[in-house]
C-alpha cells in the first residue's frame, strides 16, 4: 500500500472520529440518548442492580477464589477453585498454622483430604478419601447435606440473602485488585444464614454463635461493572471471613489423586484400635 492510501485511510478514519466525537457531544447536550453507566446503576438502583448479579452470577458455574479468617485471632487463608454446578466439584489449599497446608479435592460425592506431613501420622498414604454417601449414610442423613455447604460457595446466595436482610445500603465506590466496583453493607438475620448450613451441622454451629451472642451476620459485597461479585465480608462475633473472586465461568477440572496415594476413611477406621 502505497504512503498516499495510508494517508487517505488514516484522515478518512480521522474525520469519521471527529464526527462521532460532534454526534457524542450532541447526543450528551439533548440528554435524549445518555444512559448512565454501570457503576452508577449500581449506585443509585442497588436492589434491581444485585438481583442482576445474584442472576448472572448462578449462571456462571463457576470460579476461583481467596478466602481469609480470622478465628480467635488465628489467620487461616486457603484459595481454589469451584465449579457449584452440577456437577459439583472443588480443589482449595488451606495454609493452617500451626498445623500446617491442607489441600483438599472433591469429585462427584468422593472428598480427598491431603494433611499436612506432621498431622499423617500412621495412616502411611498421603490422601485420605471419604465417600460421602458412605458418611452421610452413618450419619444418617442424606448426602447433600454435606455437599449444600459448598453449593452455597456461590456468591449469589450472599447476595440474596444481603437483599433479603432488608437493610441494605451503598458505601460508595471502591477499587478491588484494579477493579471499579461498588460496595454494599447490611446485616444478614441469624436464622436466613443458618438455614445456608447443612443441617447435619446446623444445630452445633447455631449453639456457637449463641454463645457468642451473634445474633445477625455483618455482611459486605462488592460488585464490578460486570455484575459480578468480587468481595464478601461476613463478621459473626470472633470469626471474620473475606472471600475474594476471580474468573467467573472458567472451566473447573478437579481429578482426584492417584488411588496408591489415598487411604479409604473406613480403612484407616479399622487400623485404628477401638
Known amino acids: 500500500m502505497s504512503w498516499l492510501s495510508r494517508a487517505t485511510i488514516a484522515a478518512g478514519m480521522a474525520g469519521a472520529l471527529a464526527l462521532a466525537g460532534c454526534a457524542g457531544e450532541s447526543s450528551q447536550r439533548d440528554g435524549a440518548q445518555a444512559?448512565?453507566?454501570?457503576?452508577?446503576?449500581?449506585?443509585?438502583?442497588a436492589t434491581a442492580s444485585l438481583q442482576n448479579a445474584a442472576a448472572k452470577t448462578e449462571k456462571s458455574k463457576s470460579l476461583a477464589f481467596k478466602m481469609?479468617?480470622?478465628?480467635?485471632?488465628?489467620?487461616?487463608?486457603?484459595?481454589?477453585?469451584?465449579?457449584?454446578?452440577?456437577?459439583?466439584?472443588?480443589?482449595m489449599t488451606m495454609d493452617m498454622p500451626p498445623l500446617?497446608?491442607?489441600?483438599?479435592?472433591?469429585?462427584?460425592?468422593?472428598?480427598?483430604?491431603?494433611?499436612?506431613?506432621?498431622?499423617?501420622g500412621s495412616v502411611g498414604k498421603p490422601w485420605i478419601k471419604l465417600d460421602l454417601a458412605q458418611v452421610a449414610e452413618a450419619a444418617g442423613i442424606d448426602t447433600s447435606q454435606l455437599t449444600k455447604?459448598?453449593?452455597?460457595?456461590?456468591?449469589?446466595k450472599q447476595i440474596k440473602m444481603l437483599l433479603a436482610g432488608g437493610n441494605l445500603r451503598v458505601v460508595g465506590e471502591e477499587t478491588i485488585d484494579g477493579v471499579k466496583t461498588?460496595?454494599?453493607?447490611?446485616?444478614?438475620?441469624?436464622?436466613?444464614?443458618?438455614?445456608?448450613v447443612p443441617a447435619a451441622t446446623r444445630a452445633k454451629a447455631k449453639a456457637n454463635l449463641d454463645k457468642a451472642g451473634v445474633?445477625?451476620?455483618a455482611t459486605e459485597l462488592w460488585v464490578d461493572e460486570q455484575y459480578q461479585p468480587r468481595r464478601v465480608e461476613l463478621a459473626m462475633g470472633e470469626v471474620d471471613i473475606r472471600t475474594t473472586y476471580t474468573d467467573y465461568g472458567k472451566p473447573v477440572n478437579v481429578v482426584a489423586p492417584p488411588a496408591a496415594e489415598t487411604m479409604d476413611l473406613a480403612d484407616l477406621r479399622n487400623r485404628v484400635p477401638a
Do not use: F, W
Not at 461498588?182 to 445456608?196: E, N, S
Open 35 to 45: 444512559k448512565p453507566d454501570v457503576l452508577t446503576l449500581l449506585r443509585t438502583e
Open 68 to 91: 481469609e479468617m480470622a478465628v480467635q485471632g488465628r489467620q487461616v487463608t486457603g484459595e481454589g477453585e469451584l465449579s457449584y454446578g452440577p456437577p459439583l466439584a472443588m480443589s
Open 100 to 120: 500446617g497446608t491442607i489441600e483438599s479435592r472433591l469429585v462427584g460425592n468422593v472428598q480427598y483430604v491431603k494433611m499436612p506431613p506432621r498431622a499423617q
Open 149 to 156: 455447604q459448598l453449593e452455597n460457595c456461590d456468591p449469589a
Open 182 to 196: 461498588v460496595h454494599y453493607a447490611g446485616t444478614v438475620p441469624l436464622d436466613d444464614y443458618l438455614d445456608q
Open 215 to 217: 445474633k445477625e451476620i
